[in-house]
Structure formats: C-alpha cells, structure tokens
C-alpha cells in the first residue's frame, strides 16, 4: 500500500466504535501509505452529535462501480491481543505466543536488534525472564492511538480495585487531548487510575517520539502508543 490511499470498508467496519477507529487510523503511517479514508455510518453521526458538530457529518461510501488497485481483507473476529517487539510495528507475536515462547522470541528479538542497531549497543531482553514471566519496568498508555476515551476507560476498568506497588515498576496515562482529559476527570476515570498508583499525565504525545517517561538506561518499557523503531526513546545511536 506504499503510497496509496488506503479505504476502509465492510461490514466489520460497523463493529467498531469512532474512538477505536481512530486508534487504527493513526497507525496506518506504518504502512507507508499516502492517506486513508473510511466509511461512515450511524455511529460516525452519533460522534459528531456527541461532539456538538452534527452539521459537520458527512456520510461516505464506496461508489456503485469502484475500481481499487488491490484489496486487503481482514477478519476482525480473528484478530487476538498483540504486542509489537523491537523494532519495528510489524515484528508482532500475540500475547499468547509470548506467555507460550518468551525465551525464544526475547532471543529472536535480540538477534534482530543487533541488525537494526548495526552492533553498536549491548542490547539484553531475555535478562528480563523472571520465573518464566516478563518483568517489565515502565508502562505508558498515551497518544493518538492509546490515549482515546475509550482504551483509557477501559484500562481502568481493568485496574480497579488493584494496585501496582511504589516500587520498581511506573505506569504513566496521557490522554490524547484535552477534552478527553476533561471527561475523565468529570466521570471519575482519572481518580480511579490514580487509586491504582497509575500516574495520570498531560495531554501530550511525547511518549511517542521521546519526550516523556523516557525509561532508563536498561529499562523495559511496555506501551500502548505508536511506533516502536531504534532511538525513539532515549540517547540516539
């Protein structure tokens, strides 16, 4: 898709509400593509109306006779929780994979790290293995494709009622904007995530390209943000 406009359309589509959308959107940089467009539907409009912009909606779709240059499907019901290990979005093992073979993909991850870093840094993940689980240092939700209403509401769903220690481990939530910081503070959202001894930050997407909670020298840090390539966090190679 380098270079093409991608479009978003079927009936899976409709499964999905506007903030995940979003979150897939902002992610299809990674694909080199030159830009995206999507369906709408009734819960595009709802969104508009929500956001006070009803006036603004426009309703999108393919036309009668379309003609693409190639097609890519996706079967959304298919699709498991996954995690994207350095360096680079595409190098994905489901969550599953990485309970069942940790040892073995931190190893192929750390093979890989060597190419990508042209030898120049002693790059160590399986020293994170501790009783067969991995230890992870730094947490971050935040940006564009973390930072939405909904996956910051959801995290605190999961949160609640734990707490994650004042110890070696830190977890920071960006919200994407400043109006989703707002409702969260009004719906009580933030002062959950702040009970659990989550860190609730500014609407910043720093994280993203280095200029927040950059984690320390030897530090793993595990996120739901975009873009994971060599020298995001941290002193340049």
Known sequence: VKNKVMEFVGPGV??????????????????TCLSSIWRTD???????????????????????????????????????????????????YTIEECNANLEDILDDVEKRAQVSLDGK??????????????????????????????????AADILRGQYIGCDDFTLSIYPASAPIYTELARNGVLADLMETGAVVKT???????????????????????????????????
């Open 14 to 31: 409709s499964s999905l509400s506007a903030d995940y959308r979003i979150g897939v959107d902002v992610m299809t940089t990674e694909t």
């Open 42 to 92: 009734s819960i595009i409009r709802d969104y508009y109306e929500e956001h006070g912009r009803p006036e603004e909606y426009r309703e999108l779709n393919p036309g009668e006779i379309a003609y693409y240059d190639g097609m890519i499907t996706v079967e959304l019901d298919k699709i498991r929780p996954m995690i994207a290990m350095p360096f680079h979005p595409s190098n994905v």
């Open 121 to 154: 840094v002693d790059f160590h993940l399986k020293n994170k293995i501790h009783n067969g689980k991995l230890l992870v240092d730094q947490g971050i939700i935040a940006g564009c494709a973390g930072g939405g209403f909904e996956n910051i509401c959801d």
């Open 203 to 237: 609407a910043f997407c720093g994280p993203c390209f280095g200029a927040g909670d950059t984690p320390a020298n030897g530090d793993l840090s595990i996120r739901h943000s975009t873009r994971n390539f060599p020298n995001r966090e941290g002193s340049k190679v």
